[in-house]
Structure formats: C-alpha cells, structure tokens
C-alpha cells in the first residue's frame, strides 16, 4: 500500500530510483499476486489487483506495452465487424468500456475520432439497401452505447449524402461512393495508456519492473508459489526467486510459453493462442485530404484510415504469424496490400515514397477451428493450468478492464480472505483528475508559464494534469522547453521524463512508446536520436560508450526494419528484421556479443 504521506503522482513515478526499490522489494518479499507481462492486460490486472489492497508485483521482460500493446489501431472501439457477426455482448462489453476510458478513466488519452463509413456507388435500389444495412448497424451501435453503455462519450451518428461525405473527406473518388455514414469511436495513443495504468497500480504499491524476465517457475510439489526472473540490466547476476501467492500470466502471444515452462509435470496448456499480424502504415496529413476517418470492407479485414494528429494510420492486415514474436515484421507484400485496397477510394493513390512510418502487431486470438485468424473471436479466456498458475489471454484491447477484473477474481478465490469486489470503473488513471478543469484553462496556464497554448495542449493530451510536473522541469531547466531535433511537435522534456519517471530506459523506449517519434517522421527517429540519447544520458547517469550503444543499436534497428519491409514475403521480412539483436540481454541468452554485433 501507498505511504499516505506520499502523493499518488509521486508514489506512481517510475524513476531509476525507484526500480532499484523495487528489484529489492522482488528479491525480500512474498507477494500476493505477481503479474508476469507488461502489456495492457497485465498493467491492469496489477492495477485492479493493487486497487483491492493485495500486495502486488509486475514484472516484463522489455518494456511497458513492447509488444502488441503499443502496435494497435490507436482505437478504443466496440467493433462494428462484431456487431454484424452477431457477438452483441462483446460489442456491448466494449462500448461499456469505452465510455469509461473516454469519460471517466482516462479522459485525457482517450478522445472521439468521427470515421465514415463509405456507401458504395451502385443503382438506387442497391444504394437504399446499403444505407439501411449499415444505417441500422450504426444506429445499434448508438444504442448498446447510450442505452446499455456506461457514459456515452461520444456523439451519435449521422447520415451523409455524396457530396456531404466528399465535404468532408475530399480525397474520396467521387465515383466510388453514393454517400456516407459518420460514426464516432475513440481514439488513444495505446502505449501511453499502459504507462499510465502502470504508474496508477504503482501510486497504489505494487512493484512495477521492466527488464526483467521470467525464466521459469517456482514449485513445491504440483503447485506454482514464484518465479525465477533474470534482470535483463545487469545480465552478469545471477538470477534470483520472486515468490508470491498466486502467479498471474497475462503474456499475449506468449501465453502457450508459460505452460510449456511446466511441461516436465505434464501440465497442458488448456487453450492454444494464436498470433494474427496486423500491419499498419503512417502517412503525413497532407497526403490525404480529410477531416474524419474511414472504414472501409477489404477480402481479409476491415481497413481504417485514421486522423492521427499531422498524420493518418492506416491498416490493418489480418494474417496467422509464426516467426518470431518479438518483432513481427511488415513485408513489402503487406505494404502493398494497404495501399492497393485503401487506394481503391482514394482519388490521389498513395505510393511507398508517401510512407513515414511502418508497424507490425500480434494479435493474441484464442485459437479455434477457423481456417482464418479473421474469424476467430476476440474473447478473453481465464484458466488455471496448474495450482497458483493463472493465465489469462485473448480479448481486445479497449476491454483490457474486464479481462484484468476477471483474472483477479479468480486469484482471489484462491487467496480466500474478504472477497473485494473490483472497483477499477471507479478510480480514474494518473493524469485524469481534473482534467476537464485543465482543459479549460490552459490559455491561462500558458500565460503563466511562458509557453504557447499549443504546447499546453499537446502536454494535456499526452500527461493530463500530469502536465504540471513536465512545466515544473522546465522552469528548472529552460533548456528542457526546445523542440526535439528532428521531432519539433515533441519537447525536450518528455525525453527527460520518460527516465525519470515514466520507466524508460533504453533510447527505443522513449523514441518508439513514450513518443511515437520511430513512426511518425521519415527518418523513422534516427534525426533524433542523438539529442533524445543526451537527454537520457543526462538522466540516467549514461557514459559516452552507453549512449554510443544505444544510438548504434536504434539505428541498426531501424535499418532492420526498413530491408524488411522491402522482402517479398514474411520468411525473408522476418530474417531481415532478427538479424539485429535486442537491446536488453536478450543476445547474451543466445551467445551473441551485442556490442561486437553491432
């Protein structure tokens, strides 16, 4: 629990400090419930468990949201695709939570983004039907919101005619659609979400370490009471035991890995997960000419074309992946997928030399009887393999809430005790109170702090009233206030406080989820990296070899990324990608010199 003395801000910082205290706390203590994974689901499950006053540990072998966590569409939707299959308590489940996040949780990361659903052109008959198969399905969807929904959040849909949706989207070929139906959803910076989860169930005690892998499981007799964890920072000592009441594995795509870890009693996993890629591109606005985004029906998935600040996002692919897990890799085959199907509707068709940014994400899927990752279901499944094992996996992003509440649930039927209810709907994330508040004063707060309302607002809509603390550092250090080389829409600042309190600890954590830097500029960071490597030097207490390090080792990764996304097809994109080995230790598991490597 949280030293009431302490502020919740202060107590949720993730600061160096702080993971030395923490990697302490592993090492002496029992835990009541140790979370292994530090993506969405895991962060809030160590939140809801810490919210219930247990005694709480996480730890994640890379980096908070490294996977799929911070590779998504950047939506907090309930899914039309599900609606009009019919799996109506899931669309319901999830536009339950996107009220929350969007009202309540984390008002200042979660915010509507209006989308169009383009009316295909065809003769007046099929053009009526059109409208009334999709006007009903957008209108349910208003309805499990405001009706079923906690919190709308967002405003209610509206019809649009040809030249109504051409208004406001001109780049639509005026011959492809007869119309156009907008919609809102919400949109979030997903890996931003998982920090501030994190920090949040730190505020409240739990032990919250990145860098640290498991590397298989404590037992006495047929029941799991720990792990063994290897600090990926200080890869020359040894590893040591966590132990904890109830081990809580909410790992993804890696889910199958954790049963396996107990394979030698003859523990089987109980449900298989499967790893769909999805392949996003990251356009300049310019590019485009729009002010919602698009939805739009491919063979294989459901393509958005998504607003994304002075950008649009546009993806995704849905295809079974079976290489490596750590860094899905987009081919040149998935690029030309994207571009071929959103420029069917386009009257300007994008080409590779309009792509800023390329990512790749893994969806963990429960694995079923379907020939196609697309058709199967993006529910959530608890089980317990073995005594003091949870594993929890499947679901979607938008309802990480729910998943986590359950899997807690269930660990608290094996602690006994109180039963404590999960209240995780009621406590807002760091950063959203009074937001609303801040929001509508952050002309005034500009005026204070001799900085431009734009800045204001960009910080309010990454850090919410969070935002004081980066103000702070900069009337300490004026210098912190000059735009980033190569990135001026970032503040020095952010770098900063990405170490000291936001858990980064490696030059791709800042430039890849603190910021989206790595995506969101041509140069894919590399600009950048030298001035963000200062600051996390200064930090960090780096020496000139470490950030030669790590600015050798973005720049090979990034040079990875870009030849593989010119290979014709996964088996090559993924060789080209894994030639460059992890930053965190991972190479010294397989007998590779980083440095030499490099």
């Known amino acids: 629990m949280r030293d009431p003395s302490v502020s919740r801000n202060t107590a949720g910082r993730l600061s160096p ?8 706390r592993l090492r002496d203590e029992q835990f009541d419930v140790l979370v292994v994974g530090g993506g969405v689901t895991g962060a809030g499950a160590a939140l809801d468990a810490a919210s219930r006053g247990l005694k709480v540990a996480l730890v994640e072998a890379r980096d908070l949201a490294a996977g799929t ?38 008002p200042h990361l979660v915010r509507p983004v209006p989308i169009l659903v383009p009316l295909p052109a065809a003769n007046p008959a099929a053009r009526a039907w059109h409208r009334g198969y999709y006007g009903l399905g957008v209108a349910a969807y208003d309805v499990f919101a405001g009706v079923f929904g906690t919190g709308r959040g967002m405003p209610l849909h509206r019809h649009l005619s040809r030249n109504g949706a051409r208004h406001l989207f001109p780049s639509l070929r005026a011959d492809t659609v007869a119309g156009a139906i907008r919609y809102y959803d919400g ?16 505020s409240l005690g739990a032990a919250v370490v990145t860098s640290a892998r498991v590397t298989g499981f404590l037992r006495e007799a047929r029941e799991v009471v720990g792990v063994r964890v290897r600090d990926l920072e200080s890869p020359d000592e040894p590893e040591f035991e966590v132990r904890a009441r109830t081990v809580v594995a ?39 000419t729009g002010e919602a985004g698009l939805i ?34 987009a081919s040149a085959r998935d690029i030309r997928y994207i571009l071929d199907q959103v420029n069917t509707v386009l009257d300007r068709p994008l080409t590779t030399d309009d792509i800023e940014g390329v990512y790749a994400g893994l969806r963990p899927l429960l694995a079923g009887e379907a020939d196609s990752t697309s058709k199967l279901s ?46 995780t709907d009621q406590l807002p994330l760091l950063g959203a109170d009074g937001y609303a508040a801040a929001w509508r004063d ?18 309010l809509e990454r850090y919410g009233t969070l ?19 190569g990135a001026p829409e970032y503040l020095a600042a952010e770098v900063a406080y990405a170490a000291l309190a936001e858990g980064a600890l490696h030059l791709d954590d800042v430039l890849t989820r603190r910021t989206r830097i790595s995506i969101e500029t041509s140069h894919r960071g590399t600009e950048t990296m030298e001035h963000a490597a200062k600051l996390m030097g200064d930090a960090l207490g780096w020496d000139a070899a470490v950030r030669e390090r790590e600015i050798e080792h973005y720049r090979a990764r990034v040079d990875a990324e870009r030849q593989s996304q010119t290979m014709p097809d996964d088996l090559t994109a993924d060789a080209a990608r894994v030639g460059v080995p992890d930053v965190r230790g991972f190479a010294a598991d397989r007998g590779i010199d980083l440095v030499a490597d490099l």
Not at 79 to 92: A, D, F, K, M, N
Not at 258 to 283: E, I, N, Y
Not at 393 to 414: C, F, H, L, S
């Open 467 to 485: 935002s004081v603390h980066l103000l702070a550092m900069i009337a300490a250090d004026p210098g912190l206030a000059a735009p980033l080389t």
């Open 250 to 288: 909410a790992t993804g795509v890696w889910s199958d890995d954790m049963s396996r870890m107990l394979s030698d009693v003859g523990v089987r996993p109980g449900m298989r997960v499967r790893a769909s890629k999805g392949v996003h591109l990251v356009v300049p606005r310019s590019a485009i």
């Open 17 to 24: 400090i702080r993971r030395v205290a923490d990697l302490r």
């Open 69 to 106: 966590s911070s590779r998504s569409s950047k939506l907090i939707h309930g899914g039309l695709r599900y609606l009009e299959q019919l799996e109506l308590h899931l669309v319901h489940e999830a536009l339950t939570e996107r009220g929350l996040l969007s009202t309540r949780l984390a």
């Open 296 to 329: 739009l029906r491919t063979p294989t998935s459901v393509l958005f074309v998504l607003p994304w600040g002075g950008h649009w996002i546009i993806g995704t692919t849905d295809t079974d992946w079976q290489l490596d897990r750590s860094h899905p890799a």
């Open 378 to 423: 993006r529910e959530h499944a608890v089980f317990e393999p073995m005594l003091g094992l949870i594993l929890v996996a499947g679901g979607k992003y938008t309802t990480y809430r729910v998943m986590a509440a359950d899997v807690i649930d269930r660990a608290m039927q094996r602690l006994g005790g109180p039963r404590r209810a999960s209240h």
């Open 187 to 202: 949109q979030v910076d997903d890996a931003r979400l998982v920090v501030n989860l994190a920090r949040t169930a730190a």
């Open 442 to 459: 952050r002309q005034d707060t500009a005026r204070r702090h001799g900085v431009t309302t734009g800045v204001i607002e960009h910080l």
